[in-house]
């Protein structure tokens, strides 16, 4: 309940939201997840098989480190292997529009400056 509130709160817009979730009395740890699972959120199409599959790997903790430093051909079998994909949806057809949008992020983070050392 204390994200919901501080997430519906719209007051000071300038307060950063990790600061306005440690304010509300979550831990590091607990910021972390929430905004890691906020990002992953609009990345997964809202879709929960798939943001829990991405909030398990350790190593990925934002939009960034999954399009440059993520072994996108072990997430991907990950992925199908979990069925975090929508049903309906086959695994080479998931994989095939997996790879598209990991191609299209790894894009963005560069063309904004990221590199991948």
Do not use: C
């Not at 204390?2 to 509300?24: F, M, Y």
């Not at 072994?71 to 057809?93: F, Q, S």
């Amino acid at each position: 309940m204390i994200v919901v509130g501080v997430l519906q709160d719209k007051s000071n817009p300038e307060t950063p939201l990790s600061q306005k979730l440690r304010n509300a009395g979550l831990q590091d740890k607990d910021v972390t997840a929430v905004e890691k699972t906020l990002a992953f959120q609009s990345f997964a199409g809202d879709f929960l098989p798939l943001i829990r599959t991405l909030q398990s790997e350790k190593e990925i903790n934002s939009l960034r480190d999954l399009a440059l430093t993520t072994n996108k051909e072990t997430l991907t079998r990950k992925i199908i292997h979990n069925k975090a994909h929508p049903e309906g949806e086959t695994a080479e057809e998931f994989e095939k529009a997996w790879r598209f949008i990991l191609e299209t992020q790894n894009k963005s983070a560069t063309n904004r400056g990221f590199s991948q050392s």
